[in-house]
């Protein structure tokens, strides 16, 4: 058995989950793969076949879920490990219920050859907490002049499918469409961030009200729209695949309904952040004005904004929850507004956040959020193995959840290697009692094996 990526080796029952929130099931794991689920089912060896012991998990009162896919994590190896490691981040993934992530390309080297996508893919393997799944770089060295090294990338032992210069927009229409034409060979998909540049230059927070009274230079929703409507267009006309990174607006939201209406390839993402905060957090928060713990980009929206993006979220247009996960040491968040670094950490609390924002209001039942945290991410990487149902003759990979606890977030026991989370003190249902990577237990009772 490959210990560290959970394949073969012994047999786990897991007793009385109720798998998608639905009737309690027990849920036989041989081999790394579902092999049987049923009522009564026993571990004791004279009752089932297969050699080696058998290890029993209860979990009467417990949602089983697909293990979790984030499609936009930052784990800043190489370059900025003083934020977070493969190894850090992919402890907080699997805390987090998560069983694969796919590593941005905004680390230092940027990820825009073969051998640095390698490398991040390697770490990955090694750390044996989830799956790792590199994004590699459109442009190089993100700097939006000329294509990076998509087809080396792809043929790598990284496989990459997904590309963004996540961080900075690919702004250049001309190198929009080329990046778009190159990656349809091999069925890969351009993650756009949104943003343009010239209509942010300086933007501190969300424009509207707020940021008028508090004196900070707006940063206008009309700036994440524009670069989606070209982008749609753009993936209409060369019949590729596009991807729009952190959905934050009711304009943007209705711009990829009307693209997805044409029957485009257009999917899009929604952070938890952006499904729960809104900007007047910025003027008046528990954690104090001016924090800036709330300085993310894109920023926090308007209340119109969010519950524009939940339902979208609800009905499919927005098709899955992506963390956005963006570590920074302290010294990066704890400084005055303008110097501080944009971004907030995530994987811990996102099914959480959820829960709080999606279930609790009766927008989603918990098989919708395994649409959208686990099947969804998964097929618009191209994740094999993951996000598939929980069956027999599946990949093992699950996630225990319980939805009935509630506390005050306490970033202090955290996995990340930072802390820059918006949540702290902030009372949030459930908590990931295990998860399991083909069939390994990578977390149990809450806490890392």
């Avoid at 702004?171 to 756009?192: H, I, N, P, S």
């Amino acid at each position: 058995m490959d210990e560290r990526n959970g394949t073969g080796g012994h047999d786990l029952l897991i007793k009385g989950a109720g798998i998608l929130g639905g009737q309690s099931a027990d849920i036989l794991i041989r081999g790394g793969l579902v092999a049987e689920i049923g009522h009564g089912l026993e571990g004791g060896p004279t009752e089932r076949p297969g050699p080696g012991p058998v290890e029993i998990v209860e979990a009467g009162g417990l949602i089983a879920l697909p293990g979790l896919v984030d499609l936009h994590t930052h784990l800043r190896e190489p370059g900025r490990e003083d934020a977070e490691t493969v190894e850090t981040g992919t402890r907080a993934a699997a805390r987090g219920g998560y069983t694969a992530v796919h590593a941005m390309a905004n680390t230092d080297p940027v990820a825009d050859t073969a051998g640095v996508v390698e490398q991040v893919w390697r770490l990955g393997q090694e750390s044996g907490r989830c799956d790792v799944r590199p994004v590699g770089a459109v442009t190089v060295g993100l700097q939006g002049e000329r294509l990076a090294e998509l087809g080396a990338m792809a043929d790598s032992a990284a496989q990459v499918r997904v590309f963004s210069d996540d961080g900075k927009c690919v702004w250049d229409a001309v190198l929009m469409r080329r990046a778009l034409e190159y990656v349809k060979a091999f069925d890969g998909v351009v993650a756009q961030h949104a943003q343009e540049p010239r209509l942010t230059a300086g933007a501190q927070m969300n424009e509207g009200a707020v940021s008028g009274r508090l004196g900070l230079t707006g940063w206008p929703a009309v700036a994440e729209e524009a670069i989606i409507s070209r982008d749609c267009l753009l993936a209409a006309h060369v019949g590729s695949r596009l991807h729009i990174c952190h959905v934050s607006t009711a304009g943007s939201v209705e711009i990829i309904r009307w693209a997805k209406s044409k029957g485009w390839d257009v999917t899009a993402e929604v952070t938890p952040h952006h499904l729960l905060l809104t900007d007047d957090l910025v003027e008046d928060s528990p954690l104090g004005s001016y924090n800036p713990i709330y300085k993310v980009n894109p920023p926090l929206r308007t209340r119109a904004d969010v519950e524009a993006l939940r339902e979208a979220l609800a009905d499919g247009t927005i098709d899955c929850v992506a963390t956005d996960h963006a570590p920074h040491p302290v010294e990066d968040k704890e400084t005055e507004w303008a110097a501080a670094a944009m971004g907030m950490i995530g994987l811990e609390t996102a099914l959480a956040v959820v829960q709080e924002a999606m279930v609790e209001t009766g927008l989603l039942d918990w098989a919708g959020v395994a649409e959208r945290m686990s099947a969804a991410p998964a097929r618009i990487g191209r994740v094999a193995g993951h996000g598939r149902p929980i069956a027999v003759g599946e990949p093992a990979n699950i996630t225990l959840y319980d939805p009935a606890v509630r506390a005050a977030v306490d970033p202090a026991g955290y996995a990340s290697k930072s802390r820059n989370t918006p949540y702290e003190g902030l009372p949030l249902p459930g908590r990931v009692v295990a998860t399991f990577l083909r069939g390994r237990p990578t977390v149990l009772d809450g806490k890392l094996t």
